[in-house]
């Protein structure tokens, strides 16, 4: 089980807090100087996000000043070379930095090596992001119907609604997603994805693949709410391409090329097939 102690949340909050002030940006700035949603850093500090993804993590420590290895472990130096570093000036000579998107490319960085190991949460996944594998426990006792369905479709639309809280009913888990201990479904609604999704079905996603365009590459977007306590909003699209303002999907039924602003969306996550091997 994931452990979910205050003291390793709080210690993370701390370096974030701190890193904030040495750097002297807001949490809105820092979030959207990484390419993240404008709320990622306030989610991580009001304890909503309580484990970010490393990629996640990569993205913000260039912005503050700092390692992947100290922000996410507290170990090493605050700071790269012992000095504070201004977002997007370079240490050495003083020359502009390449954009935020493009620091995570990635520098060779022995926090790299945390990936395995460090807990996942939600978070936009980028075409240039590394891929990084959930964190995995002891397959269920087999039969067991143990996985979540988090998505309700709103009637008369294809939008769903994701909740975090009481599942609405338990499935049988397939095999590609034993042990993926954040794992969930939805009910796909509506017949904009058709052939390819039918109103009614069942979806299974996988939080912890990466992301990346391609001909099967399905997701399930979910958007920030309007107000603060709602659920988010959420769509089941193909995935087409994001950049640092925008994500483009598709849907089939009929053909058409959907358009988001990046500050909009709270996560990017992977559909996968039941039959697929793990």
Do not use: C
């Not at 807990?119 to 067991?144: H, T």
């Not at 954040?182 to 912890?208: C, K, L, N, Q, W």
Request: glycine share 10%.
């Amino acid at each position: 089980m994931r452990d979910n102690s205050p003291m390793m949340n709080q210690g993370l909050i701390d370096r974030i807090t701190e890193r904030l002030a040495a750097v002297g940006l807001k949490p809105r700035t820092a979030s959207l100087r990484a390419g993240l949603g404008a709320d990622a850093i306030r989610s991580i500090l009001r304890g909503k996000s309580q484990y970010p993804r490393t990629d996640t993590l990569a993205k913000l420590a260039p912005v503050l000043g700092t390692t992947l290895e100290y922000l996410s472990t507290g170990h090493g130096p605050a700071e790269p070379n012992g000095t504070p570093a201004a977002y997007g000036r370079s240490e050495i000579s003083g020359t502009a930095l390449p954009p935020a998107g493009e620091l995570t490319k990635e520098r060779p960085d022995s926090g790299q090596q945390l990936a395995e190991n460090y807990p996942k949460d939600d978070a936009i996944s980028g075409d240039n992001v590394p891929a990084v594998p959930l964190k995995m426990y002891p397959a269920p006792e087999f039969g067991a119907r143990d996985l979540p369905v988090r998505g309700v479709a709103a009637a008369g639309t294809d939008a769903l609604f994701i909740t975090n809280g009481e599942p609405h009913d338990w499935l049988l888990r397939p095999a590609v997603l034993i042990g993926v201990s954040e794992a969930y479904a939805v009910i796909a609604a509506g017949t904009s994805m058709e052939p390819r999704y039918f109103d009614g079905e069942v979806v299974f996603v996988h939080p912890g693949r990466r992301v990346a365009p391609g001909r099967h590459t399905f997701v399930v977007v979910q958007f920030y709410p309007d107000e603060e306590g709602e659920a988010p909003m959420a769509l089941i699209k193909k995935y087409e391409r994001q950049t640092g303002t925008e994500l483009v999907l598709s849907q089939y039924n009929p053909p058409e090329e959907l358009r988001f602003p990046i500050e909009t969306v709270k996560s990017i996550h992977l559909i996968v097939n039941p039959g697929e091997a793990r």
